[in-house]
């Protein structure tokens, strides 16, 4: 049987999010949280080739306990399962370490045709887990993602975007695809599936079950460091014109 493996994300539902002074990082308890809107369309493109395969739809999410609410939306759009990635010893990972943790769960959870991912997080606009989690597992990735076409047995055909051309491939699975709100369209969510979904049980997992080292994940394994952070100021003037000859002077 086939098998798509869903990677979605829990993200401030605002702007108005507190920052840790020390660590840099971003206090997700401080604000609504909602799934990250790119990581549904990647959702709902699973769900799609499903229904002509009928594939097994695997949701995962990394992140605190909070995060269920994310991968409750999932099972009620219609994946099979679900599976919480959640441990204090991922608190803080880059992107680095993060996908370290998604290619040990891929590994765990075995055999798969397709990995999908958002093609960018708005509380981090660095669109680099999906095509990092690829380079861990070794496997081809498609990004600037524009269709979806046939797919067979060992090989999916997609068009991407590169630059002004449109550039169409078969690639040989299992591959990684990188989803935005332009690939299509969000199916309504029923209440047969919000009960389903509340029925169902979410499996839990730590670095122990990923037989990951706590050391090589986390704040401080992470490469990446935040030296500051600060808020946009904008400044502007006003200046009234008290006729029109006035405005042209200012003008000049």
Not at 207 to 212: F, Q, S, Y
Request: aromatic share 6%.
């Amino acid at each position: 049987m086939k098998r798509y493996i869903v990677f979605l994300k829990q993200v401030p539902q605002s702007t108005k999010v507190e920052l840790d002074p020390v660590t840099k990082t971003l206090k997700r308890s401080s604000a609504l949280s909602q799934t990250n809107p790119d990581d549904l369309y990647a959702l709902q493109m699973a769900l799609d080739l499903k229904r002509d395969t009928a594939a097994e739809v695997v949701a995962v999410s990394m992140g605190p306990a909070s995060a269920e609410t994310v991968l409750r939306e999932a099972l009620q759009r219609g994946a099979d399962r679900a599976i919480l990635l959640s441990s204090p010893a991922f608190a803080g990972s880059d992107t680095w370490c993060t996908s370290l943790v998604l290619a040990a769960a891929v590994r765990k959870i075995g055999a798969y045709d397709l990995l999908f991912f958002g093609k960018m997080a708005i509380d981090g606009d660095t669109a680099q887990v999906g095509p990092e989690v690829a380079g861990q597992l070794d496997i081809p990735q498609v990004t600037c993602l524009s269709a979806v076409g046939q797919l067979t047995e060992h090989t999916i055909s997609v068009s991407r975007k590169a630059g002004a051309y449109l550039q169409r491939m078969e690639i040989e699975l299992p591959c990684a695809v990188m989803v935005s709100r332009e690939n299509g369209e969000l199916d309504c969510m029923t209440l047969s599936g919000w009960r389903r979904a509340q029925r169902q049980e979410i499996l839990r997992w730590d670095e122990k079950d990923l037989g990951i080292d706590a050391s090589s994940v986390g704040l401080y394994a992470s490469p990446t460091r935040v030296v500051s952070t600060a808020v946009p100021v904008r400044k502007k003037e006003i200046n009234w014109c008290a006729d029109a000859a006035a405005f042209a002077e200012a003008i000049k």
